[in-house]
Nanobody, 117 residues
């Protein structure tokens, strides 16, 4: 089993920055991919960024050049650095982990990011 806890959300003005963190506990050695998803009101959940244990990284096209995903293995933490935030980035951001010990992904509880002046 893996548990995920997100932090770092909040209210920020357009053009501002936030850093989200996702801390994994439990059977962390089984995790082979960690991702950030987001879901805005009335919209489907979408993949924002993903990083694998082999450090392969992918981004949603609309966040390329603005968001950076990174990992600190010693802290079992994955970060999402978000810069040049836009109102369209407003959503609940969820951490997701895929692991070898479960056919189903693990999810965190989500953290709210609101970009507004």
């Amino acid at each position: 089993q893996v548990q995920l806890v997100e932090s770092g959300g909040g209210l920020v003005q357009p053009g501002g920055s936030l850093r989200l963190a996702c801390v994994a506990t439990g059977n962390t050695f089984s995790i082979y991919s960690t991702s950030w998803y987001r879901q805005a009101p009335g919209k489907q959940r979408e993949l924002v960024a993903s990083i694998t244990s082999g450090v392969n990284i992918t981004y949603l096209d609309s966040v390329k050049g603005r968001f950076t995903i990174s990992r600190d293995n010693a802290k079992n933490t994955v970060y999402l650095d978000m810069n040049s935030l836009e109102p369209e980035d407003t959503a609940v951001y969820y951490c997701n982990a895929a692991s070898f010990d479960s056919p189903d992904d693990y999810w965190g509880q989500g953290t709210q990011v609101t970009v507004s002046s």
